[in-house]
């Protein structure tokens, strides 16, 4: 049933955000009077269609249809969706109908700003989107973060860098963290070459070596807040009943002033233990048990850090919907950077949709999947800005050329670039389905 409900959040949010991309386009098309001759949601490869405005029995429905402009249909094929524009080059690569007279409602007799605006109406559609999902997150449930005021336990890949348990991060080159959920993220984003910690009471200086960085990306859980093992409450059926809310393990086995970590990892390896060790309750310092059961647990419920939460108007959540839309962007920009250069390995964490559909939860939650909408929205436009022939980018990019030059591309060129960008989107997608088929199988 999970991985069924993972199956249904993810068709039902890449159906969404291709259909509001291609009409963006379709959108500044008729605007400007230009035919549009297909809209698509999926790819009909072999003309072969599970949904068209042309078939007969919708025509029998829909006399009226039959004089509309536009197919609108569903392809078998779900790696995207389209609209195929008269007098556009594009993949369905078409070259026939060019080698006629222009039509005036055809996309290459219009103008180049025109052409523009119709090239960048996808991108500026997913933009919109992700704006207005995330004022709506803000004005709904406000917003969440867990300020950067807790020192780290780091795993394996950190201790390696340098970090070491209870170092509290204050900055990376001269960036001031503030989300402690981010730290991991913005190491790897800024690829920072420094990293200032608190240990102790001393400020030290970390030199991070660049080559780890790909160990970042791939290292779930970098850094954990390393925590005190203090008591909130008692489970029910506990074997600690000596203790109350507020006590603070001192010691454990020898060691002083262990880490919550810590003492898990001691307790699952020491099931049906008993050992006497000292707390702090208030300004006392007693020696109490810490028992574990079989299962290696102590049925002690923890303080744990307390993430920080914003309540937000609507007047307020529109320019914070924004900013966060916009630092969003930035993060992708950076991930997107990371990926080609190739010394980081963050090639290796490029997925398809096998990885996207990792990331919605196992059951329906608004927040978490309006939250994931958006930002995959930001990611489905700043992939069609890149400027490759076959993604918008590239079509926004001869069409600036030509404003600026005054001189056009020809259909020959514009065909053989659209060759060149789909054979480097075929290696993309097969590098994308090549790495989510090698991490199923490790």
Same mark, same amino acid.
């Given at each position: 049933?999970?991985?069924?409900?993972?199956?249904?959040?993810?068709?039902?949010?890449?159906?969404?955000?291709?259909?509001?991309?291609?009409?963006?386009?379709?959108?500044?098309?008729?605007?400007?009077?230009?035919?549009?001759?297909?809209?698509?949601?999926?790819?009909?490869?072999?003309?072969?269609?599970?949904?068209?405005?042309?078939?007969?029995?919708?025509?029998?429905?829909?006399?009226?249809?039959?004089?509309?402009?536009?197919?609108?249909?569903?392809?078998?094929?779900?790696?995207?969706?389209?609209?195929?524009?008269?007098?556009?080059?594009?993949?369905?690569?078409?070259?026939?109908?060019?080698?006629?007279?222009?039509?005036?409602?055809?996309?290459?007799?219009?103008?180049?700003?025109?052409?523009?605006?119709?090239?960048?109406?996808?991108?500026?559609?997913?933009?919109?989107?992700?704006?207005?999902?995330?004022?709506?997150?803000?004005?709904?449930?406000?917003?969440?973060?867990?300020?950067?005021?807790?020192?780290?336990?780091?795993?394996?890949?950190?201790?390696?860098?340098?970090?070491?348990?209870?170092?509290?991060?204050?900055?990376?080159?001269?960036?001031?963290?503030?989300?402690?959920?981010?730290?991991?993220?913005?190491?790897?984003?800024?690829?920072?070459?420094?990293?200032?910690?608190? $240990? +102790? @009471? /001393? &400020? *030290? %200086? =970390?030199?991070?070596?660049?080559?780890?960085? !790909?160990?970042?990306?791939?290292?779930?859980?970098?850094?954990?807040?390393?925590?005190?093992?203090?008591?909130?409450?008692?489970?029910?059926?506990?074997?600690?009943?000596?203790?109350?809310?507020?006590?603070?393990?001192?010691?454990?086995?020898?060691?002083?002033?262990?880490?919550?970590?810590?003492?898990?990892?001691?307790?699952?390896?020491?099931?049906?233990?008993?050992?006497?060790?000292?707390?702090? $309750? +208030? @300004? /006392? &310092? *007693? %020696? =109490?048990?810490?028992?574990?059961?079989?299962? !290696?647990?102590?049925?002690?419920?923890?303080?744990?850090?307390?993430?920080?939460?914003?309540?937000?108007?609507?007047?307020?959540?529109?320019?914070?919907?924004?900013?966060?839309?916009?630092?969003?962007?930035?993060?992708?920009?950076?991930?997107?950077?990371?990926?080609?250069?190739?010394?980081?390995?963050?090639?290796?964490?490029?997925?398809?949709?096998?990885?996207?559909?990792?990331?919605?939860?196992?059951?329906?939650?608004?927040?978490?999947? =309006?939250?994931?909408?958006?930002?995959?929205?930001?990611?489905?436009?700043?992939?069609?800005?890149?400027?490759?022939?076959?993604?918008?980018?590239?079509?926004?990019?001869?069409?600036?050329?030509?404003?600026?030059?005054?001189?056009?591309?020809?259909?020959?060129?514009?065909?053989?670039?659209?060759?060149?960008?789909?054979?480097?989107?075929?290696?993309?997608?097969?590098?994308?389905?090549?790495?989510?088929?090698?991490?199923?199988?490790?």
């Amino acid at each position: 049933m999970a991985v069924l409900m993972k199956i249904l959040q993810l068709v039902v949010a890449l159906s969404a955000l291709i259909a509001i991309h291609e009409a963006g386009h379709f959108f500044w098309a008729r605007i400007f009077g230009i035919r549009v001759d297909k809209f698509f949601l999926f790819f009909d490869i072999g003309g072969v269609k599970l949904f068209s405005t042309r078939s007969a029995w919708f025509l029998k429905l829909f006399p009226k249809a039959a004089s509309w402009k536009t197919e609108y249909g569903i392809g078998w094929l779900p790696l995207g969706g389209y609209c195929k524009i008269a007098g556009m080059v594009d993949e369905s690569l078409d070259m026939e109908s060019l080698k006629k007279e222009a039509q005036p409602w055809e996309f290459r007799s219009k103008k180049s700003w025109q052409r523009l605006l119709v090239m960048s109406g996808g991108v500026l559609n997913n933009f919109l989107l992700a704006i207005a999902l995330f004022i709506a997150i803000l004005a709904i449930w406000g917003g969440v973060y867990v300020p950067n005021d807790y020192p780290v336990y780091p795993n394996a890949v950190a201790r390696e860098m340098g970090f070491r348990s209870g170092d509290r991060i204050l900055k990376m080159d001269d960036y001031v963290p503030q989300d402690f959920l981010d730290l991991q993220a913005d190491l790897a984003r800024r690829q920072a070459r420094t990293v200032t910690v608190l $240990r +102790g @009471a /001393d &400020t *030290l %200086t =970390l030199y991070i070596d660049q080559a780890l960085i !790909g160990a970042v990306l791939n290292s779930p859980g970098l850094f954990d807040a390393a925590l005190p093992f203090v008591v909130d409450s008692l489970q029910e059926g506990s074997l600690n009943p000596g203790l109350k809310r507020g006590d603070r393990l001192l010691t454990l086995q020898g060691s002083t002033d262990p880490w919550l970590q810590d003492v898990r990892a001691w307790l699952q390896a020491h099931p049906d233990t008993c050992v006497y060790e000292k707390w702090q $309750r +208030g @300004a /006392d &310092t *007693l %020696t =109490l048990p810490l028992v574990s059961d079989s299962t !290696g647990r102590a049925g002690v419920l923890l303080s744990m850090p307390m993430a920080q939460r914003r309540s937000y108007s609507i007047a307020q959540a529109i320019p914070a919907g924004a900013k966060l839309a916009w630092k969003s962007v930035g993060g992708y920009l950076r991930d997107l950077r990371l990926v080609a250069t190739p010394s980081t390995g963050a090639y290796k964490s490029v997925g398809s949709f096998v990885a996207i559909g990792e990331v919605f939860p196992s059951a329906w939650n608004w927040y978490q999947f =309006l939250y994931i909408l958006a930002m995959l929205s930001i990611m489905l436009g700043v992939m069609n800005l890149l400027p490759v022939p076959g993604l918008d980018g590239g079509h926004i990019v001869f069409c600036l050329w030509e404003m600026i030059s005054g001189r056009k591309p020809s259909d020959r060129f514009m065909q053989i670039a659209q060759i060149v960008g789909m054979v480097l989107l075929l290696l993309l997608m097969m590098l994308a389905f090549g790495n989510d088929i090698g991490r199923l199988i490790n």
